[in-house]
């Protein structure tokens, strides 16, 4: 039953092993151990030949196997991105989770689109909060100064709605918008500019509620 599950589950090759002394063993005690008895039979069929080492070479993974893999790559890069990780080594961790949903391996049109607009999303929200920093922040003083910069907030809340816009409805990129709804809370919570950006952050809320 054992060798039959083996030979049933194998894709490509099939090794039978067994260490010479646990062989020597069973010959000794119960005639032929399970390896030598099921190559004879299989040599019969000319399904085998002997081998002295085994040369594995490279794994192949199954379609599912890289998509698998794929996700976890995603994942791993989500994490890097939280955890403050450059740009490019979140775009290249992002990369190796969409190689791994290609046509060549896992092909899944769905998850590498996903990949793709999970990356777009972090990247863009990243650019909005670098905007606020370099437009708004003084460094000098620790605070974000928004007197007399109208014209630029409002062209700001244009850019952060659009980001919202396209990404709210997408549970798996709800983290980034999320994130965004809390910096825009800091630096225009209580300030004049606050009704501009309070009906984006509800509706982040609501929707993070849901």
Known sequence: MMLYTALTRAR???YIIEDEESGMAQRRGKGLGLGDSAFRLLKQLH???RVNSIDGGEIEMTPLEHNARGVLLVNTAIALSNKGAT??????KFQEAA??????NGCDAGLSYQCEKHLQAILTKRLLIQELK?????GE???YLLAGKFTQILAFETKAAEFVQKYLDDTFVMDEVRQLAV???DVFYSTQYWLHFKDICE???LSCTV
Do not use: M, T, Y
Request: aromatic share 10%.
């Open 12 to 14: 490509h090759h099939l």
């Open 47 to 49: 399904l085998v030949k």
């Open 87 to 92: 740009n490019e080594e979140v775009i290249a």
């Open 99 to 104: 190689d791994r949903f290609s046509p060549e």
């Open 134 to 138: 370099n437009n708004f922040f003084s």
């Open 141 to 143: 003083r620790g605070v």
């Open 183 to 185: 910096v825009l809370e």
């Open 203 to 205: 509706r982040i809320r």
